[in-house]
Nanobody, 126 residues
Framework: QLQLEESGGGLVQPGGSLTLSCAAS????????IVWFRQAPGKEREGVSC????????IFVDSVKGRFTVSRNNANHMIYLQMNSLKPEDTAVYYC???????????????????WGQGTQVTVSS
């Protein structure tokens, strides 16, 4: 059973930082891409980043470039989304999702992803 679980959300002031974690279990190989999606109230789910199976390539949506980074540890099946210089418009529920493929397709479409975590709330507010 393939499962994903996010953690690390919370309330942070504008300009602050948070690190989200995504723990993947049940995967028998590294042949899967990981996407971080987010969904703000009243908005469609948006792809924030996509990391390839090897972890060597990550693509970011323009609005987070230079502020967010991703690291992937295939040894323990963990993906981390480091979010810096957070803005109120980053407020959303963040999800990690996986697809059995080695490379990213950008922009990612939620329907392409078979495995999802439960989501974690990130609120950026003073």
């Amino acid at each position: 059973q393939l499962q994903l679980e996010e953690s690390g959300g919370g309330l942070v002031q504008p300009g602050g930082s948070l690190t989200l974690s995504c723990a993947a279990s049940g995967f028998t190989s590294d042949y899967y891409t990981i996407v971080w999606f987010r969904q703000a109230p009243g908005k469609e789910r948006e792809g924030v980043s996509c990391t390839s199976g090897s972890g060597r390539t990550t693509i970011f949506v323009d609005s987070v470039k230079g502020r967010f980074t991703v690291s992937r540890n295939n040894a323990n099946h963990m993906i981390y989304l480091q979010m810096n210089s957070l803005k109120p418009e980053d407020t959303a529920v963040y999800y990690c999702a996986a697809r059995l493929a080695a490379v990213c397709i950008w922009p990612p479409q939620p329907r392409q992803y078979d495995y999802w975590g439960q989501g974690t709330q990130v609120t950026v507010s003073s």
